[in-house]
């Protein structure tokens, strides 16, 4: 597949604007469930974006792609930018800074201590990134978005992302948005609440009700408090069906369905900046807010010795570019960019809702963690009933070594220096590999005395023929000795609290407003 440079360009510009805006119309009704009835920005601006964190964090995952390089992503490589980077005190996003802090990393970080967060919103609002470096490619694109939402969020919240992704990165070479709902449909559980919010949200037009009655219908048929993420792009497919290809009228009517506002808004303004381009937003919309990024939930300082993050829409887009220029390099799934026209042929337009990505993705277990191994391996442990436990439970964990490069290679996985009361069985676990295989080995734990909250095992990992062994650690936690709800500060969200602070300013939100990590 090929796109042209000039057409990707405008439509990536159409992306971050379209966010931009949906995200500032949204912004002053964020978090109230009733429905609205607004046209406009309701807000002061004076040229000046309101900030949204559904874009800032965006500007980070490029920033780790732009350094390490898109196909060196991975769970535990967000997990470590999130730590770092991401400042916002409240939500999955403090879920995930916390869980690891205490050693669990992704995908352990969005699956645990997070009953209140993992289906909710924070990740299907920032997958534009990955559909911009994937155009045209959503199976690549689901790629990414599982990697960047298992960061603070499972299953239902990280098919949210998936969805989003698959219908963006659809967008660059499909205009058609039924058609871009079914392929986003092939990419998530026929059976989870996203997809039946979805295919009921596509009901209601076709039976003719109207977005008000759709929205009802949302709201009374699904469990909003429980499965926030399902319901909000119920709102989000209520915008582009009713919106029938108007700028206004899809952001309006994604925005008055209530809730989270500025993340629907902002996703059905990006969808349609994707399908239309820059070109294709009304100018009214834009010069009110003009070029600016205004940020909320990150930290600058620690990118200040490279590059910067992107300060406008247009450097946002032009960086953008490169990134996707460089992984396409590397790549050969991704479109190439090229100085010609388009050439999507039509059967690679029909094999956008095909491909064994979604599959790959939507088998993985809900609780494992990967670690590098020092030969060039990669060792897997999954806890198949959690991490969460308590002293006397025995418990299963499997340990799986793969992606070896060795022709044949003998490994020893022994546990050592175990706590009092804690046993392995077996205590040590050998194993054969070679680069074409992989090893799964099983063995059971017996909980012993925690002396706090959190307890690691060591695992000793020997190969023959090496001097070096290498020792990881694998973290488990007293079961209900920790609550990360965070609750009682206000009835509006940290992010929506500190929005109104800079609406009343007139102004962007400082960066120097935000404490530092």
């Known amino acids: 597949m090929k796109l042209n440079y000039c057409e990707y360009l405008e439509k990536v510009r159409g992306c971050w604007a379209g966010k931009n805006i949906g995200g500032t119309l949204g912004a002053p009704m964020e978090g109230k469930m009733q429905m609205h009835d607004i046209s406009f920005y309701t807000q002061e601006l004076n040229g000046v974006p309101a900030p949204n964190d559904d874009l800032d964090l965006q500007l980070i995952w490029l920033a780790a792609v732009e350094i390490n390089g898109l196909d060196q992503i991975t769970p535990h490589l967000l997990g470590e930018y999130c730590h770092q980077s991401i400042i916002a005190p409240c939500s999955e996003y403090m879920v995930c800074k916390m869980n690891v802090a205490n050693g669990f990393m992704p995908p352990l970080s969005g699956a645990i201590n997070n009953d209140t967060y993992k289906y909710s919103n924070g990740a299907w609002i920032r997958s534009e990134i990955w559909a911009c470096l994937c155009p045209g490619a959503p199976d690549q694109a689901i790629k990414y978005a599982y990697i960047d939402s298992c960061a603070d969020h499972c299953e239902e919240g990280i098919w949210a992302e998936m969805f989003t992704a698959a219908l963006e990165s659809a967008a ?67 915008g582009l069906l009713y919106g029938e290809g108007d700028f206004d009228k899809s952001i309006c009517t994604a925005v008055n369905c209530g809730d989270d506002t500025d993340c629907t808004g902002a996703t059905v303004g990006s969808i349609f900046g994707i399908m239309k381009g820059y070109s294709s937003i009304p100018k009214r919309w834009l010069e009110p807010i003009g070029e600016a990024i205004s940020t909320i939930c990150i930290n600058h300082f620690g990118y200040a010795f490279l590059y910067g993050l992107p300060k406008t829409l247009q450097e946002l887009t032009e960086r ?39 599959s790959r ?38 340990i799986i070594v793969t992606d070896s490069i060795h022709i044949n290679a003998m490994f020893k996985l022994r546990w050592k220096n175990l706590p009092e009361g804690w046993a392995a069985t077996p205590e ?46 694998i973290p488990f936690q007293l079961k209900n000795s920790v609550n990360f709800k965070i609750s009682g500060e206000s009835e509006q969200s940290y992010r929506c609290r500190t929005r109104i602070v800079a609406g009343k300013q007139n102004c962007p939100l400082p960066e120097n407003a935000m404490p530092q990590m």
């Open 428 to 473: 040590v676990l050998c194993c054969g590999l070679r680069s074409d295989c992989t090893v799964i080995n099983e063995c059971k734990i017996t909980v012993g005395a925690f002396e706090d909250c959190f307890q690691d095992l060591e695992l000793e990992i020997e190969m023959d023929g090496r001097r070096q062994r290498q020792t990881i650690k």
């Open 361 to 398: 993705l939507l088998a993985l277990p809900l609780y494992y963690q990967d670690f590098q191994m020092q030969f060039a391996a990669k060792l897997r442990v999954e806890y198949p009933e959690g991490p969460l436990v308590l002293p006397g439970q025995e418990l299963p964990l499997r």
């Open 172 to 238: 660059f070479v499909e205009d058609n948005p039924r058609r871009l709902i079914q392929i986003a449909l092939s990419k998530v559980p026929a059976s989870s609440e996203l997809a039946k919010a979805v295919n009921e949200a596509i009901a209601c037009y076709d039976s003719g009700k109207s977005w008000k009655e759709a929205r009802e219908k949302l709201m009374a048929d699904f469990d909003i408090v429980n499965y926030r993420a399902a319901v909000n792009i119920g709102f989000v497919i209520i």
């Open 320 to 358: 953008t570019a490169k990134a996707a220029i460089a992984a396409a390099g590397a790549n050969p799934f991704l479109a190439q960019l090229v100085n010609e026209p388009s050439s999507v042929s039509k059967e690679e337009l029909e094999k956008l809702d095909k491909g064994e990505m979604a």
